[in-house]
């Protein structure tokens, strides 16, 4: 049933590796980024600590993460049949789900992009309880028919108020293909004191293909200082080399095939 799933790579353009080189350098000196910390302080108060200006990276790079947030109005029951109430109205006051059962389990979804290194999950909530009730919280990966096959989490609350709870430790490799990801939540129902999800944060690393142990061109092996960028270039269709199998590393670069080679890799479209 699988044979249908597969995807072949392309590509023929002819582009040397300048850039190329001059990108890896750069990946190669600024390293993995800096040790990963929460986007707020713990014990913070959610209504009153901004987020830590840092954390506000912008959606490109290998060094460092970028986040996406899901309000808690995204989140809906797993089943149609379970009661759940909204309070607050997400202009005047802050907007949670709540349980008016047991507890309610919510689910949202969430789109990663492919290849991506998940690194980071926050749940921020409301929970006042003092440990008579809860609010928790994972990312869930399935497989593309519909089963289970890794997460990220728990994380929840100990009826300390509202706030978050986090953690760093996150080990999935988002396949879009594959598989499909959404965000879950369990949230307990107390009738004196507010329990509410207020949404959830997800961090992830952007990061190069590992390296094949083959190598596509005579002159890039495998120990070659660039080979694992070349290579990755060479299965997105970006390049195709300099023919004769070859890819001709150091070469220079016209700005004409500039233009191409940043054209195919960003996917720019105008009309």
Same mark, same amino acid.
């Not at 869930?140 to 009826?159: D, I, L, R």
């Not at 939540?185 to 509410?196: A, I, K, N, R």
């Given at each position: 049933m699988s044979s249908h799933r597969s995807r072949a790579a392309s590509g023929s353009l002819v582009f040397p590796a300048f850039v190329v080189a001059s990108l890896a350098f750069a990946a190669t000196v600024l390293g993995a980024g800096p040790e990963l910390q929460p986007l707020r302080p713990p014990g913070s108060n959610l209504n009153a600590v901004p987020k830590d200006a840092a954390a506000r990276v912008p959606d490109w790079g290998t060094s460092a /993460?970028?986040?996406?947030?899901?309000?808690?109005?995204?989140?809906? +029951?797993?089943?149609?049949?379970?009661?759940?109430?909204?309070?607050?109205?997400?202009?005047?006051?802050?907007? /949670?789900?709540?349980?008016?059962? %047991?507890?309610?389990?919510?689910?949202? +979804?969430?789109? /990663? +992009?492919? &290849?991506?290194? =998940?690194?980071? /999950?926050?749940?921020?909530?409301?929970? %006042?309880? &003092?440990?008579? &009730?809860? =609010?928790?919280?994972?990312?869930?990966?399935?497989?593309? %028919?519909?089963?289970?096959?890794?997460?990220?989490?728990?994380?929840?609350?100990?009826?300390?108020g509202c706030t978050f709870d986090s953690r760093a430790d996150g080990d999935i490799v988002v396949d879009n293909y594959y598989h499909r990801y959404y965000l879950l939540g369990y949230v307990s129902s107390d009738p004196t004191h507010l329990t509410g999800l207020a949404g959830m944060i997800v961090g992830y690393q952007l990061q190069v293909s590992p390296a094949p142990g083959t190598p596509t061109f005579n002159d890039v092996p495998t120990n070659h200082p660039f080979f694992q960028y070349i290579q990755a270039l060479s299965a997105s269709g970006i390049t195709g080399g300099c023919g004769g199998g070859n890819y001709c590393p150091d070469n220079p670069v016209t700005r004409g095939q500039m233009a191409v080679f940043l054209a195919k890799a960003l996917g720019l479209y105008f009309q």
């Amino acid at each position: 049933m699988s044979s249908h799933r597969s995807r072949a790579a392309s590509g023929s353009l002819v582009f040397p590796a300048f850039v190329v080189a001059s990108l890896a350098f750069a990946a190669t000196v600024l390293g993995a980024g800096p040790e990963l910390q929460p986007l707020r302080p713990p014990g913070s108060n959610l209504n009153a600590v901004p987020k830590d200006a840092a954390a506000r990276v912008p959606d490109w790079g290998t060094s460092a /993460l970028t986040y996406i947030t899901v309000s808690g109005a995204a989140f809906v +029951p797993a089943s149609s049949s379970t009661a759940y109430d909204t309070t607050g109205d997400g202009y005047s006051s802050q907007l /949670l789900r709540t349980a008016t059962g %047991n507890f309610v389990k919510f689910a949202a +979804p969430i789109q /990663l +992009p492919g &290849g991506a290194l =998940v690194k980071y /999950l926050e749940i921020d909530y409301c929970d %006042n309880t &003092g440990g008579s &009730g809860y =609010v928790q919280g994972a990312l869930v990966e399935m497989t593309w %028919n519909g089963n289970p096959s890794n997460y990220v989490g728990f994380v929840g609350s100990n009826g300390d108020g509202c706030t978050f709870d986090s953690r760093a430790d996150g080990d999935i490799v988002v396949d879009n293909y594959y598989h499909r990801y959404y965000l879950l939540g369990y949230v307990s129902s107390d009738p004196t004191h507010l329990t509410g999800l207020a949404g959830m944060i997800v961090g992830y690393q952007l990061q190069v293909s590992p390296a094949p142990g083959t190598p596509t061109f005579n002159d890039v092996p495998t120990n070659h200082p660039f080979f694992q960028y070349i290579q990755a270039l060479s299965a997105s269709g970006i390049t195709g080399g300099c023919g004769g199998g070859n890819y001709c590393p150091d070469n220079p670069v016209t700005r004409g095939q500039m233009a191409v080679f940043l054209a195919k890799a960003l996917g720019l479209y105008f009309q």
